[in-house]
């Protein structure tokens, strides 16, 4: 048992800091959240550049050769900035599908297009009707000579508007909502057939509505007739780099509320020497603290070969820091008081990623569900 | 970063395993199981198995007597013994006034009293709190008064747990009522058989008897047995308390307890089908269980950190220990008593020999869940309470 980072992970840790701390200040990040894209190429040249973009690739074939805790460290430290580019829907879930489902030959291509910032990838999963439900799909995938064409309507692609590949989840065979019968497949976002509409969140980020009719897939990835494991060990990945944002995200928003306290005068005296105050900010660092820990468990769990424990352990890692980032995140606007209300303050930005992150994949609330139905931690 | 356990350390927690699967007595496991306090006699003969295996006291550095292990093997071997259930070492002579004598104690006092706190030929008692020092422990007014060769001891401590077994107290006077607070106070050690000590029993909410008030009334206590220096027992009393804080997560026995609780929720009829099957109840289970296991990892994180400490600071996630610990497993008891239904509410009294109630009319699996609620509530208050945990995060790690 040994919590201690590598030289390496040290220094991979330490770049990005570096860089985000040079070229992610508040103000930066605005500018960057008003160009098209809404979010920065120069930053993803130099994400390239430090192989952030090929970190979860295997080295001999164009990668880093990173695996959970990498991933973990970068995304906390994205985390930390609020970050705007693509890297969750390009490196991690684009790259686990990759990693996870495609041939030889397709990786051979595509992986050092992705090392070197050169294709953008994003995960057409959600649909209206599905919610977290990531069985529930109901667009289609029709066979077609020898390829695959696609029809349906997906919705928050994230990242969808300015991604050059799309991944998507299609119906191959049996009912709307069957675990069997999901493929996952390929298809040129800029390709006929593909319209998409691209929006802002309201966590700063981009997402689209992407409508599909008879687009051509370029590629399967996996079994398409049992594409669903593959989705859900890419999904638990992800999850693990999601919980590593977070605590990043919560962090910050914690750190800043405490230095607030410690500035803001009321009633002739800083504001962080009452002690209804103090408690609450204790209680902040409870919930970063657990967060933090499960953080841990989901780096490891990511690696557990046995899927349902795999799901199991995730859906834990989901509940515990979706629970912890509405806390401190609640909380670190109410210790403020007034100024976190205002667009110009960095905390409601924090706390708004917060919001978003716990629900992407599923809330804490789907996956309390899904533990407690699948008999939980526990064996009785 | 590697998370996992060696695979000595796994072998480890298996000859513990085997080790408490052949020596434990059944009684002293049913009696657990059921969550009542075992007897002292179990007590007694338990902490003797674990001394004659060498186990008795399992932070202890060789030297003093203990196994020489390391954190990871003390985690493991706590966790074992919690989860079976069996009776853990008995904490004031193995985590509290043990570890005192062998940091600040004369080699005659090491000599004396380690064998016999190890082998439980002496139970000691905790005389720290009094009826106007309860959080604000340095207020203690018990004095001490050096006439020839013995220290003059008057005042009560209450809230004094198990003391009704106790051979021995370690005490905490003051010897010094002109110095500040904190530096006037001195750690004493007292047979309980002096004259002039007087028990009282204090019957908790769910009717135990677990603590006592005790009353110093001119009692006699050799000037050897101070501890530390004189006026310095403040130093004594940090220490320990920093040594309690560690044991306070007790992971493995809210495992115990949640694995207890399904088997119930089991048993327990509600709409015509087990209580487990009902979404909700499930659901409350499973928040519970998310949260332990956050607190698993976080008393790794702290074992992990605190090998390699050098500065003996603790870690920021330390304090998360107590409130965590204690919160978890007071929810566990709540929804034991839940799931146990009315009759959870039959009265009795878990720490008896035999229950109070002798009328034998609730199933084995829920007597007594209530009383253990309600005698839970104390892990809050107890040990810092957790109000006083977070003024300590506030102020050390916040820097509020």
């Known amino acids: 048992m040994d919590f201690d980072l590598t030289e390496e992970q040290r220094l991979l840790q330490d770049s990005v800091a570096r860089l985000l701390g040079d070229k992610y200040g508040f103000e930066q990040r605005k500018a960057y959240m008003k160009t098209p894209d809404g979010w920065s190429r120069e930053i993803w040249a130099q994400y390239a550049e430090l192989g952030l973009l090929g970190l979860p690739f295997a080295e001999d074939e164009g990668g880093f050769g990173g695996g959970p805790v990498e991933t973990l460290l970068v995304a906390e430290q994205l985390g930390r900035a609020i970050t705007l580019e693509p890297w969750l829907s390009t490196v991690v879930i684009g790259g686990g599908f990759l990693r996870n489902g495609a041939s030889a030959a397709l990786r051979s291509k595509l992986v050092p297009q992705v090392a070197a910032g050169e294709l953008l990838l994003a995960f057409a999963q959600a649909e209206r009707q599905s919610r977290y439900d990531l069985f529930d799909v109901q667009t289609t995938a029709k066979k077609d000579g020898d390829g695959w064409v696609i029809t349906g309507r997906k919705g928050y692609v994230v990242h969808g508007d300015s991604a050059d590949t799309l991944i998507v989840t299609a119906r191959t065979a049996g009912g709307a909502r069957d675990r069997k019968g999901v493929g996952v497949f390929l298809v040129d976002a800029k390709g006929p057939g593909v319209q998409r509409r691209g929006y802002r969140t309201v966590d700063g980020q981009r997402a689209a509505e992407v409508e599909f009719s008879g687009a051509r897939a370029t590629a399967v990835l996996g079994n398409p007739e049992d594409g669903l494991p593959l989705v859900d060990q890419v999904v638990d990945e992800t999850i693990a780099a999601l919980a590593g944002e977070a605590v990043g995200a919560m962090q910050v928003a914690h750190d800043m509320t405490i230095d607030y306290m410690k500035t803001r005068q009321q009633f002739g005296r800083p504001i962080a020497s009452f002690q209804a105050l103090q408690h609450r900010a204790a209680d902040m660092l409870v919930a970063l603290e657990q967060a933090r820990s499960m953080s841990y468990y989901a780096a490891i769990s990511a690696e557990e070969r046995n899927p349902a424990e795999r799901r199991k352990a995730m859906a834990a890692v989901k509940v515990q820091i979706g629970r912890s980032q509405r806390f401190v995140g609640q909380q670190s606007i109410q210790l403020h008081g007034g100024i976190a209300m205002t667009i110009e303050y960095a905390c409601g930005h924090y706390f708004k990623r917060l919001t978003v992150n716990d629900a992407m994949f599923g809330d804490a609330d789907h996956y309390v569900r899904f533990l407690a139905d699948t008999g939980g931690l526990v064996a009785a | 970063m590697d998370l996992r356990f060696t695979d000595a350390e796994i072998a480890f927690r298996q000859e513990v395993r085997d080790f408490i699967a052949k020596e434990l007595p059944a009684e002293t496991r049913a009696r657990m199981v059921a969550g009542r306090s075992p007897t002292k006699a179990q007590v007694v003969e338990w902490q003797q198995k674990l001394n004659s295996r060498g186990w008795a006291a399992p932070e202890w550095p060789k030297e003093a007597g203990g196994p020489g292990w390391t954190l990871a093997q003390r985690y493991i071997f706590r966790e074992e013994l919690q989860q079976a259930p069996a009776p853990s070492p008995l904490g004031f002579n193995i985590n509290m006034c043990g570890p005192v004598i062998i940091e600040f104690g004369t080699e005659e006092q090491k000599k004396k009293f380690l064998p016999r706190m190890l082998n439980l030929d002496d139970w000691w008692c905790q005389g720290f709190s009094e009826p106007g020092a309860g959080s604000d422990l340095a207020g203690l007014k018990t004095r001490a008064v050096k006439e020839g060769d013995h220290w003059v001891v008057n005042g009560q401590k209450t809230w004094t747990t198990l003391a009704q077994h106790a051979d021995w107290i370690f005490l905490l006077v003051r010897t010094d009522p002109a110095a500040k607070k904190q530096e006037g106070i001195s750690f004493l050690l007292c047979d309980m058989k002096t004259p002039g000590i007087t028990v009282r029993p204090i019957i908790t909410i769910e009717g135990g ?192």
């Open chain 2, 209 to 400: 008897h677990e603590v006592n008030e005790v009353f110093f009334d001119d009692v006699k206590v050799p000037l050897e047995n101070l501890v530390g220096q004189e006026n310095r027992g403040w130093d004594c009393a940090k220490f320990l308390l920093g040594n309690e804080r560690f044991g306070q997560a007790r992971v493995g026995a809210s495992r115990e307890r949640i694995r207890r609780l399904k088997l119930i929720a089991q048993e327990s009829m509600d709409g015509g089908e087990p209580l487990m099957n009902d979404p909700d109840f499930r659901r409350k289970v499973t928040e519970i269980e998310v949260e332990l296991k956050a607190l698993e990892m976080t008393v790794m994180r702290v074992i992990a950190t605190e090998t390699k400490r050098k500065d003996k600071k603790p870690d920021p996630a330390t304090s998360v220990l107590k409130i965590k610990g204690t919160e978890i497993q007071q929810m566990c008891s709540e929804l034991l008593m839940k799931a146990a239904g009315p009759y959870a509410w039959v009265d009795g009294d878990p720490d008896e020999e035999e229950g109070s109630n002798d009328v034998d009319v609730a199933p084995d699996w829920a007597f007594g869940l209530a009383g253990v609620y309600f005698n839970w509530r104390k892990q809050s208050i107890y040990g810092g309470s957790n109000e006083i945990q977070r003024n300590i995060m506030a102020k050390a790690f916040l820097g509020l």
